[in-house]
């Protein structure tokens, strides 16, 4: 209690502070306010004049002619005159009293042409001589009536005006061909359909909102994930670098307050006001696409309608993103000698968020493998799914996950980065000096900053090779099994331990490779036969629920065809074995002993647990997964050793190989004929109940705990 009130404290007298800065009320309430009304409305007045202006300015179409004969160039000219002419009679003949009628606006267009006569079209389009060419080409004799003209338009495609030029040219040859496509019709008395025997329409079905989130989820998602992060860089510099510059920083740090503290209420502040930047920006969006008539302009038409209501629900999910930048910010800025120097510090990291940031709204990148663990990415494709009205429970898990074990791997950076002497009497050898191994002791665990980041860097890794290691067209599933086989100990077991040796962690401590007494091995045994009965109910259970998805229910038959011909080592070896080893060194070696010292018991074991499910990919088995990785950390945690949990872990994995490969077993126990989400029968669920309790019981000591 009394840390929480000085961490209040810290944070009131912090955040009152900031408040009270011009600076910092110009970059987080003025700019935001008046950038988007400047900004849009701006935008949007100059799009419409420049528009009007390319519609009615004088363009020049220049006429080609063969210079051999000169007599031909006078009449190509009354042609194409003849031709403006009775364009602009068509259009006269159909107008409306409203001045400001289409048709009007065309034959402004029209009055605004003059016409050259060049030798060489291509020529006089490409060095800006004129805007456009016409070439006249006939198709057929000049006997034969009538004869079919053919007009070449030429143009400069990476000049603007020259695009403007040749649309608005060309509106006056098909108003022309169609007016003269009639005129035949009416003088062969024949029907107008028959310019059109199959008419082929499309009709949208999308609604007015997805239509609306399609339009706001190209540009507002970006907008306001870059408008969170740019929120929290003044505080974050103020804070750090401004304190240490103004000589603040040395009278907070003698105070009677530890150094954790003291980070914890600075990076509040700063996430708070970057959650309020992004607050102002989205409410200054908002309000400006409103009242500024855009909601309603765009409504007009009845297949548009901006979905405003979302944004609120986006800021909801900005949270945990902004609890990540703002750690990174803050450990940054930590150290850095003045805030000049601290903006050059923060340079890379804007950098590192526009890239993916780009990526993602750029129109062909999803929300779907990989792209929904890579941060700043899957924030803003998320943002764009839920404009567009896509709420999938599974994806939004995936992402607000994924953010969470980063941003809590960043604020355990920063607090270490803050909280090292390095920091806070920052020298010109600062950042060397944080990771120089000189100045690191020998420890028996690793620190919870370093399991955290090292768990956060290899998530993403991790995630990537799982997806490009995926079984192609003509490969089977036995590939992506192989080759998991043999990335899994390099990226859970040989990265973890030369970490460990860097940071001059003992290994066979931090990775829990002493031995165990014998009373743990016998509950690994009993937890590792039975634990798939409770497990296998657990999922009944869920299917119940929520159905499971039938790709997950027809993985058994995925798995057979995958080790076909092969003998039962092999899928024992690559499904039990490997993968009970390499994940119980990292998940209940590697990370459970970094977080032993700094969270209590459960706390820890709860956490590992559901890294360990995250890990998994497949969120459908996230509670069966994470109940598995609970239970295979206490038992790590009663024996503190990790053999136990291998063990338990290799059973578990194996018997399930053992009944997929071996249908004599699943037929003795009367389950062969069973459907993967019916129940099991009354006595094997007691059996393996008896079985998993019997584990745990024998497993507590009430000296461990």
């Known amino acids: 209690m009394l840390m929480n009130r000085r961490i209040l404290t810290i944070y009131t007298k912090e955040l009152t502070e900031l408040l009270r800065d011009r600076r910092t009320?110009?970059?987080?309430?003025?700019?935001?306010?008046?950038?988007?009304?400047?900004l849009i409305i701006g935008s949007v007045h100059l799009l419409s004049v420049q528009d009007g202006e390319r519609k009615t300015e004088k363009i020049t179409i220049g006429i080609q002619y063969d210079p051999e004969h000169p007599e031909d160039k006078q009449p190509a000219v009354w042609h194409l005159q003849r031709q403006l002419h009775a364009a602009r009679d068509i259009i006269r003949d159909n107008r409306d009293d409203d001045p400001d009628d289409v048709v009007s606006n065309g034959l402004a267009s029209i009055e605004h042409m003059d016409i050259v006569v060049v030798s060489d079209v291509e020529q006089a389009v490409a060095l800006g001589a004129c805007d456009v060419g016409v070439v006249y080409q006939s198709n057929g004799s000049a006997n034969q009536n009538p004869t079919q003209q053919r007009v070449t338009i030429k143009y400069d495609k990476a000049e603007l005006r020259s695009e403007s030029a040749v649309a608005r040219v060309r509106e006056v040859f098909e108003l022309l061909s169609r007016n003269l496509t009639m005129e035949i019709l009416i003088q062969e008395n024949l029907p107008f359909w028959i310019l059109d025997p199959i008419h082929v329409s499309a009709e949208n079905v999308a609604t007015p909102q997805k239509v609306g989130g399609m339009v706001l989820g190209s540009i507002v998602p970006l907008v306001l994930v870059l408008m969170t992060i740019t929120g929290a860089i003044y505080p974050a510099i103020d804070l750090t670098a401004g304190e240490r510059e103004r000589g603040t920083l040395e009278t907070l740090i003698v105070c009677p307050v530890p150094p954790v503290e003291l980070m914890t209420g600075k990076y509040l502040v700063v996430a708070t006001v970057a959650m309020m930047g992004a607050a102002l920006n989205l409410i200054s969006m908002g309000a400006t696409l409103h009242f500024g008539g855009f909601t309603k302009m765009i409504s007009a038409s009845g297949d548009t309608e901006l979905p405003l209501e979302v944004l609120p629900v986006i800021l909801v999910v900005l949270v945990p993103f902004a609890m990540l930048f703002s750690a990174i910010m803050v450990a940054v800025c930590s150290y850095?000698?003045?805030?000049?120097?601290?903006?050059?510090?923060?340079m890379p990291v804007i950098l590192a968020a526009l890239i993916p940031g780009g990526v993602a709204a750029m129109p062909g990148t999803e929300l779907s493998g990989i792209n929904a663990y890579v941060p700043v990415m899957n924030m803003v494709l998320l943002a764009r799914e839920m404009l567009l009205g896509h709420f999938e429970l599974l994806t939004i898990t995936k992402v607000m996950l994924s953010t969470c074990v980063y941003a809590g791997s960043a604020v355990m950076v920063a607090s270490h980065v803050f909280s090292t002497e390095a920091a806070i009497f920052a020298d010109s050898a600062s950042l060397k000096a944080s990771f120089s191994r000189q100045f690191i002791h020998?420890?028996?665990?690793?620190?919870?900053?370093?399991?955290l980041i090292t768990t956060a860097i290899l998530f993403p890794i991790w995630m990537f090779v799982q997806f490009s290691i995926q079984p192609a067209a003509d490969q089977s599933a036995l590939h992506t099994f192989q080759m998991t086989a043999w990335l899994m100990p390099i990226a859970l077991v040989l990265?973890?331990?030369?970490?460990?040796?860097?940071?001059?962690?003992?290994?066979?401590?931090?990775?829990?490779?002493?031995?165990?007494?014998?009373?743990?091995l016998v509950a690994a045994i009993l937890i590792g036969l039975g634990g798939w009965i409770p497990a296998h109910e657990l999922f009944a259970l869920q299917d119940a629920i929520s159905p499971v998805p039938k790709a997950i229910l027809e993985s058994n038959n995925t798995l057979m065809s995958a080790f076909e011909n092969q003998g039962l080592w092999v899928p024992l070896l690559l499904i039990a074995v490997i993968p009970a080893v390499c994940e119980e060194l990292f998940f209940r070696g590697f990370l459970l002993s970094g977080l032993r010292n700094s969270t209590k018991k459960w706390t820890a074991i709860i956490i590992v647990?559901?890294?360990?499910?995250?890990?998994?990919?497949?969120?459908?088995?996230?509670?069966?997964?994470?109940?598995?990785g609970i239970v295979l950390g206490y038992?790590?945690?009663?024996?503190?050793?990790?053999?136990?949990?291998?063990?338990?872990?290799?059973?578990?994995?194996?018997?399930?190989?053992?009944?997929?490969?071996?249908?004599?077993?699943?037929?003795?126990?009367?389950?062969?004929?069973l459907a993967p989400t019916d129940h099991l029968p009354v006595h094997i669920i007691a059996i393996g109940t008896a079985m998993v309790v019997g584990g745990i019981v024998i497993a507590k000591d009430s000296q461990a705990e």
């Open 442 to 451: 020998p420890t028996k665990y690793p620190t919870s900053t370093l399991a």
């Open 635 to 673: 038992l790590c945690w009663q024996s503190r050793s990790i053999f136990p949990s291998i063990l338990a872990h290799m059973l578990h994995n194996g018997i399930a190989v053992s009944i997929a490969f071996i249908p004599s077993i699943a037929e003795k126990m009367g389950i062969d004929k």
């Open 495 to 520: 990265i973890p331990v030369m970490l460990l040796a860097y940071f001059k962690v003992q290994i066979v401590s931090a990775l829990g490779l002493s031995g165990a007494k014998p009373r743990y």
């Open 609 to 628: 647990a559901c890294v360990f499910a995250i890990f998994h990919i497949i969120l459908i088995k996230f509670v069966i997964t994470a109940v598995l």
């Open 25 to 38: 009320l110009i970059a987080m309430i003025v700019v935001p306010i008046a950038l988007y009304p400047l």
């Open 336 to 346: 850095a000698r003045t805030f000049k120097e601290a903006q050059n510090y923060i």
